[in-house]
């Protein structure tokens, strides 16, 4: 009797974290954008298995649903940092001169948007305005705002962060 070598397959790939995710939610298409964000909060980005599940559970193609992680700032493909670093890049804070915050971070963790450094402590993004257009030029780090921010501001959060152990 030939004996057949297994393959994988979803069924015995399955993730029991996924599973208990889409577990939660109706086979509906408009379920779509929740479950990617359930899926952000608990693995912190859309891993690769999660796209596949996501798109045998709702039957969408991964095409459509990699458009839609891409299209929404909030979603990331890979692993975020211990520290997340979002420089606005909206009008207002770009006219101030948030660009050079922002290659200044490239050039000081060797990172380019959407990445995270090799020890995984830091990880970089360019945003849209997230509306503290007051306090032009702005960038966050794990969501906390600095305002009328410079080089030398973002240079001493930096400092602090990289001495951490
Ligand atoms: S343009 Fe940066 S907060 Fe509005």
């Not at 399955?14 to 995710?21: G, H, R, V, Y």
């Not at 952000?40 to 458009?67: C, F, N, R, V, W």
């Not at 501001?153 to 930096?158: A, I, K, Q, S």
Request: proline share 3%; charged share 30%.
């Amino acid at each position: 009797m030939e004996n057949k070598k297994c393959e994988g397959c979803s069924e015995c790939n399955k993730d029991p974290d996924m599973e208990k995710i889409l577990s939660k939610y109706k086979q509906e298409k408009d379920n779509l954008i929740q479950i990617l964000n359930e899926v952000q909060e608990h693995y912190g980005y859309i891993p690769e298995s999660a796209q596949k599940a996501i798109s045998e559970y709702l039957s969408i193609p991964m095409a459509e649903i990699y458009g839609v992680v891409t299209f929404y700032s909030r979603f990331t493909l890979k692993p975020k940092g211990k520290y997340h670093i979002a420089v606005c890049l909206g009008t207002a804070c770009f006219v101030k001169g948030s660009e050079k915050i922002l290659d200044r971070v490239k050039e000081r963790l060797k990172i380019d948007v959407g990445e995270t450094t090799k020890d995984g402590k830091f990880s970089l993004e360019a945003t849209r305005c997230i509306g503290a257009c007051g306090l032009a030029p702005v960038f966050t780090i794990n969501g906390e705002v600095y305002g009328k921010s410079t080089v030398k501001m973002m240079d001493e959060v930096l400092d602090k962060y990289i001495a951490e152990n």
